[in-house]
C-alpha cells in the first residue's frame, strides 16, 4: 500500500512572498485541516530559477500560487507551468488587469512595493515577537539577533521596557542576574555595547517587590523582599556590569518611557545603530 501523499502548495514571489501567503492561509481556513505543506520561495528574480521552482513543484505534484510583477517572469511561469503541466494560480493578474483598466496607467511592476510601504508595521510586529520569545533569558542561543539585551535583577523594568522598545520596532532581550552566578555564556558573547544593565536603588526596589508579593497573596517577608537580601543582588548585579563594560541606568523613578528614551541614546551614544532602519538584520 502506497504512503499517501502530503498536499503541497508553492508560494512564489519576486518579492517578500507575505501577500501569496496571506491570501493562501485565508483560503486554507475554509477546508478541514489536511496538513498542507506551504513551500515558500521568495525574491525570485530570474527565469531559470523559475523554470527551476516549476520543475520541483512538479515532482512534488504542488499546486503553484504566485505573485510576480514581472512581465518577463509571469510569462516564464506561466509558459513553464503548462509544460510540465502543473497547475498554477496568478494572484496578482487579474487584480492588475483590473486597475489598469480603470486607471488607465501601467503598474509600475515594482517587486515588494507593499511590503515597502507598510515596512514600520512588519518591524514592529517583527521586533514585539522577538521580545516575547526572549523575555526573562528565554532563547538565549538567539541573544546575537537582538537590537539589545537589558539585564539586572528582578523587578528592575526589564521586560516593561522590552516590550515598550519592541512596540518601537527594536528586537530587545532580557536577561536576570544573579548574585551567586556568573552570567550565561551566550550573554557575555554579546557586543558590551549592546548590553545595558538596569538597577534602583534598594528601598525603591524592595516597595515594588512587596507590591508584586502582595498582587500573589504572597507573604511579604519572605527572601525576596528582605533588605539585606536586596542589597546583596543589587551589589553583585553591578559588580558584573562593572566586570564587563555594560552600562547601566538607573530606573528607580523613572517611567518606562523614559528608560526606554535612554537605552536608545546609550546606542546612539556608541554608535551603534538599532531596529531593521539600522541595518542589524535583513528583510524577509
Known amino acids: ?42 525574491n525570485v528574480d530570474t527565469v531559470e530559477t523559475v523554470c527551476r521552482l516549476i520543475q520541483s513543484a512538479a515532482k512534488s505534484r504542488a499546486l503553484v500560487f504566485y505573485t ?42 515594482k517587486p515588494g512595493i507593499l511590503y515597502e510601504s507598510d ?45 515598550y522598545l519592541g512596540y518601537l520596532g ?7 542576574l544573579f548574585a551567586d552566578a556568573e552570567p550565561p555564556l551566550e550573554l557575555l558573547k554579546i557586543d558590551p555595547r549592546r548590553v545595558i544593565g538596569l538597577t534602583a536603588n534598594p528601598y525603591r526596589l524592595r516597595s515594588v517587590r512587596q507590591a ?14 528582605h533588605p539585606a537580601q536586596i542589597s546583596h543582588e543589587l551589589r553583585a548585579a553591578r559588580a558584573q556590569m562593572t566586570k564587563y563594560g555594560w552600562r547601566c541606568i538607573d530606573v528607580s523613578y523613572k517611567a518606562i518611557e523614559e528608560i526606554a528614551r535612554e537605552v536608545l541614546q546609550l546606542l546612539r551614544d556608541s554608535g551603534l545603530s538599532v531596529g531593521a532602519a539600522g541595518g542589524r538584520r535583513p528583510e524577509t
Open 1 to 42: 500500500m502506497s504512503r499517501q501523499r502530503t498536499p503541497t502548495v508553492y508560494l512564489v514571489s519576486d518579492g517578500t512572498c507575505r501577500t501569496c501567503l496571506q491570501v493562501v492561509r485565508a483560503a486554507l481556513v475554509q477546508f478541514e485541516p489536511s496538513g498542507v505543506r506551504l513551500v515558500q520561495k521568495g
Open 68 to 109: 510576480l510583477v514581472s512581465k518577463e517572469l509571469r510569462a516564464a511561469i506561466q509558459e513553464a507551468a503548462r509544460h510540465h503541466m502543473v497547475p498554477v494560480v496568478d494572484l496578482l493578474g487579474p487584480v492588475l488587469v483590473a486597475l489598469y483598466d480603470l486607471l488607465k496607467s501601467a503598474p509600475l511592476a
Open 119 to 163: 515596512k514600520a508595521h512588519y518591524d514592529r510586529i517583527d521586533a514585539v515577537e522577538y521580545t516575547l520569545a526572549h523575555d526573562d533569558g528565554c532563547r538565549l542561543s538567539e541573544l546575537k539577533d537582538a537590537d539589545v539585551v537589558l539585564v539586572g535583577v528582578s523587578r528592575c523594568s526589564k521586560s516593561t521596557t522590552c516590550f
Open 170 to 176: 527594536i528586537r530587545a532581550a532580557n536577561v536576570p
Open 212 to 225: 508584586r508579593m502582595r498582587s500573589w497573596g504572597a507573604n511579604v517577608d519572605e527572601r525576596y523582599t
